[in-house]
């Protein structure tokens, strides 16, 4: 009997203990729906405004798209009057070119006669039958961007190598060889490059590199031309050339005191002096010794000038403003007499960043090698025959 007492007392606690779980586990799941409900009332408020910040973006990039139109509309309305301005223009510069005046000064009469002023009045012999003259630019290839706003860049316009040569600033030491125009288009600045030390400074930016040879501008106390053997690695000669109080030669490159210029005839200078301060000369220089051959007073103003080259003994200035605009070929001065500037095309260059630092021709290729704002750029020239006056 006693054991069967127990047994009921087991049996009550038994179902005690499992209505009491049945409780807990009611209660839990009551507040799991609870919770359920709310994450489902949360998750539809969610939805509602995911759906109105959908209408409302769309109704915004609809909005977005008619004034994106609207704006490339009235864009190419602009551009289009802009290009017919431009056309004017040029069309008005074309017609009314303004070209400079010829200045005598009488001084240059009483003066005794020198061994200069002989130069200048002789007569100059052509070494080749060179005879083109620029009809206007062809095209223009960009490469790359590298070193600071002024600069110089070249290849060997003798055609001794198709190595690239990089003056970077107006007054370094360092100059920059690529072996290829390949490899400085694609030299992560200049890594790709050999540096080449140069013993003094250069000034400026009118060098030249030809026949293996760098011929650079050098201003202490004096203006030199110094020639640097590029295989040697040392200067072969240099000479003080023999004019005084000089000028820088182009109003818009101050720095800039001399510029060499290499064509099919040789080497050249153009600079300028307080003499004749008003307008640019140039001479004729052996490559070898470096000696004057004939010098030149011509009618090309400096005021404005940004830089120039020669093409078969014919100076051709370039001239910009002091705000970069367009520059344009205004001023030629021919040594053979052959064309005037009357009878060249004013040649205008395509719009690029600011101005030129330097141009220089390579006689081999016909090309410009132009640095403008720190951009290297090629220019491919158009060319005529001179017309004998």
Sequence with gaps: MRGFALLLALVYSATAQHQALIDYLERRLLAIEDRISLWQEQTTRYASELRELKQQMVSQLESLDKEKETLRTTLDGVGTRVDRVERELDYLETQNGAQPCVDVDDKLIEQ??????????AKYFKLTDCSDMISSIKAMKILKRVGGPKGMWTKDTGGASGKVYIFNGTAEETINEFATVQDFTRSAGFSLSTDLKIPSSWKGTGHVVYNNHVYYVNQEEEIKVVKFDT??????????????DHVPVYGLNPETVMDLAVDEEGLWAIYATRENERH????????????????????????????AFIICGTLYVVYNTKQPGRSRVQ?????NDLVTNEEAPLVYFPKRYGFHASLKYNPQEQLLYAWDDGYQILYKLSMKKKLEI
């Design 231 to 244: 295989k040697n690695k040392s200067i072969t000669d240099s000479v003080v050339f023999p004019v005084q």
């Design 331 to 335: 001023c030629v001065f021919d040594v």
């Design 280 to 307: 640019i000369s140039m001479a004729k220089m052996d490559s070898n010794s470096l000696d004057i051959e004939q010098m030149w007073d011509t009618n090309c103003p400096r005021e404005n000038a940004e830089t």
């Design 112 to 121: 005794q006669v020198t061994l200069v002023k002989e130069k200048q009045k």
